[in-house]
């Protein structure tokens, strides 16, 4: 099971901080995921991280996006920095199926996912 | 950076319906595609992957067929858990939405 916890509001310019908590299995076999979606719209990935601390993250993100890993306590967190409203946003962690493709790991499919936190950007 | 184009983005279909969604892509994916779907308030749900190997635990109704840049998720006889929305993805990319509701 994945679960996020964290703020649900967040202000404008600060940084937004989530965590998730992975139960019922050790965090050191795969990739781990933080996804988002704005309210009624698609799904955006943000970006992943092994259990080594090995990250990739979305280009339009790279600059405000810090994901890290806790293996002793099966934990990952997601840092987003600077935010606005366009941030605003149910976010999830999920669990990730990867291959080494082209020189990179890369995602091939997200098999299990926490239930999601709605944060919202307003002052 | 590949772009996916899911078609319909809304489709209306009764119980029993045999419904195909669309996803293309800007640039050949080889097979590197996977379906979801998604309930209102619900995280997504995986489906398919590899383009055509079913999730275990995911009812045979579901088949995924496609290859390059044209994929296809096919549900044979629309039951009615299925109402929600389907989304493809390839690799970072997600496409945006099919949205399959009651006719």
């Known amino acids: 099971q994945l679960q996020e916890s964290g703020p649900g509001l967040v202000k404008p310019s600060e940084t937004l901080s989530l965590t998730c908590t992975v139960s019922g299995g050790s965090i050191r076999r795969y990739y781990w995921s933080w996804i988002r979606q704005p309210p009624g719209e698609g799904l955006e990935w943000i970006g992943h991280i092994n259990h080594s601390g090995s990250t990739n993250y979305n280009p339009p993100l790279k600059s405000r996006v810090t994901i890290s890993v806790d293996t002793s306590k099966n934990q990952l967190s997601l840092k987003l920095t600077s935010v606005t409203a366009a941030d605003t946003a149910v976010y999830y962690c999920?669990?990730?199926?990867?291959?080494?493709?082209?020189?990179?790991?890369?995602?091939?499919?997200?098999?299990?996912w926490g239930q999601g936190t709605m944060v919202t950007v307003t002052s | 950076d590949i772009h996916l184009t899911q078609s319909p983005s809304t489709l209306s279909a009764s119980v029993g319906d045999r419904v195909t969604i669309t996803c293309r892509a800007s640039?050949?994916?080889?097979?590197?595609l996977a379906w979801y779907q998604q309930k209102p308030g619900k995280a997504p749900n995986l489906l398919i992957y590899?383009?055509?190997s079913l999730e275990s635990g995911v009812p045979s109704r579901f088949s995924g067929s496609g290859s390059g840049a044209e994929f296809t998720l096919t549900i044979s006889s629309l039951q009615p858990d299925d109402f929600a929305t389907y989304y493809c993805?390839?690799?970072?990319?997600f496409g945006q939405g099919t949205k399959v509701e009651i006719k």
């Open positions: 999920a669990r990730t199926r990867y291959d080494y493709i082209w020189g990179s790991y890369r995602p091939l499919g997200f098999d299990f």
């Open positions: 590899m383009g055509s």
């Open positions: 640039q050949s994916t080889t097979n590197w």
């Open positions: 993805q390839h690799f970072e990319t």
